[in-house]
């Protein structure tokens, strides 16, 4: 059999150190790289970093460029950041040196609504370079987006589609909690969410245009509120303290119309620890139209794992693929994998380090 799919991660925080911990447990896929953007993470044993209690021998770089050179990867599995400009560089260098890119920045998950622009330089630059560069995660990239363009595949007509999650944000890092709001008083998330710095969820356009693209709709416009939830308890993370009367998160809403009428509806409520004020979350989708379909899960689909899981279960999907820039709804069902990685790639083809 061939060698393992050599993978590094791109990010150490919450998810960069879930994804690298999988994939040190995934037959057929070999770690052999992590980047840090803090440079206090330069040289430190991604073990460390990870809380595995125990060392790799994999001391994480500060220099990506440098990183891939030394490592020759197959692929990259990016988990630094939310949005496509900030994403870009990181994906261009790994391209530009033949790396396949899985993304779980939130606008990579369907680039071409932040900017079309930007999709297409990388689009381009993918297919010359011969690989592939996919965005996903939970959400965007599976649970309102994904799920709900599977689930239509069985309605003949529809009238609207709602989904909605409500999900525990305590898996996530402080990145993520800051743009929540998280840890915040309600005026001072009020003019977070005036000078930008608080944001509720990324990526509701994204899961709206990719369902509207997969049916066949034209989107006319969104409208997005934006509310705290205020915690009436105190609740803890090792990154935030929130005491009762401070934001433990947000509550998040998209509307899309098409033809003056509301089509598409996500709802998005998220906050640290809502057990801990018995808030029952889960994930719910709705669709009105012929069948009427509901499709309801709780507690949600947990976001840390899955997030990890899915990025990881795409490796042969992206290394399959054509290259160029996917969103999720382009390749083939995700699939766990439980087998060996290997099996699952087609030929050597999709290894372009291979023949390196
Ligand atoms: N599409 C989806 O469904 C989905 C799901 C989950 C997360 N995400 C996104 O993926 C990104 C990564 O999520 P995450 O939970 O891993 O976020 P995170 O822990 O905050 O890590 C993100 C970046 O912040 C840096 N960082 C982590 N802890 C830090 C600290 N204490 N001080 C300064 N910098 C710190 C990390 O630097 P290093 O590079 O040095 O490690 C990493 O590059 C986020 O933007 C998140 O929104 C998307």
């Known amino acids: 059999m061939r060698d393992p799919i050599r993978v590094i991660v791109v990010g150490t925080g919450q998810m960069g150190a879930g994804i690298g911990r999988l994939i040190l447990d995934k037959r057929g896929l070999e770690l052999i790289g992590a980047y840090g953007r803090r440079p206090e993470r ?18 994480i770089s500060n220099g990506l460029a440098d990183l891939i050179e030394r490592t020759r990867p197959h692929v990259a599995i990016q988990a630094t950041c939310s949005r496509l400009a900030d994403a870009k560089d990181e994906i261009i260098t790994l391209v530009e040196h033949g790396v396949h890119v899985i993304s779980i920045a939130e606008e990579v998950a369907y680039p071409k ?11 381009r630059l993918a297919a010359t370079c011969g690989v592939s560069v996919l965005g996903t995660g939970v959400n965007p990239g599976f649970v309102l987006d994904l799920l709900v363009i599977a689930l239509t595949g069985v309605c003949a007509d529809i009238a609207s589609i709602r989904a909605e999650r409500s999900n525990d944000l305590s898996p996530y890092g402080p990145s993520v909690l800051a743009s929540q709001g998280v840890g915040l008083t309600p005026e001072a998330f009020q003019r977070g969410l005036e000078h930008g710095n608080v944001v509720g969820h990324v990526g509701f356009p994204e899961s709206i245009y990719m369902i509207a693209d997969a049916i066949g709709w034209e989107i006319e416009r969104i409208e997005e509120s934006r509310e705290p939830i205020v915690s009436k308890v105190r609740r803890e993370m090792p990154f935030v303290i929130v005491g009762p009367g401070q934001v433990a998160g947000c509550r998040h ?7 003056g009428k509301p089509v598409i509806t996500l709802i998005h409520p998220q906050q640290i620890y809502p057990q801990l004020e018995d808030v029952k979350t889960g994930d719910r989708i709705e669709i009105i139209g012929r069948p009427n379909l509901r499709l309801s899960g709780s507690p949600e689909i947990p976001g840390g794992e899955a997030t990890a899981a899915l990025a990881v279960n795409m490796i042969p999907h992206v290394l399959n693929a054509a290259p160029g820039l996917h969103v999720m709804a382009d390749l083939p069902v995700p699939a766990a994998i439980l087998g060996d990685a290997r099996k699952r790639v087609h030929g050597m083809s999709g290894l372009a380090g291979e023949s390196r």
């Open 253 to 259: 809403r998209a509307i899309a119309y098409r033809d």
């Open 113 to 123: 609504h932040r900017d079309p622009e930007i999709a297409i330089e990388i689009d």
């Open 42 to 59: 330069a040289g430190m044993d991604f073990g460390e970093a990870a809380g595995l209690g125990c060392t790799t021998g994999l001391l």
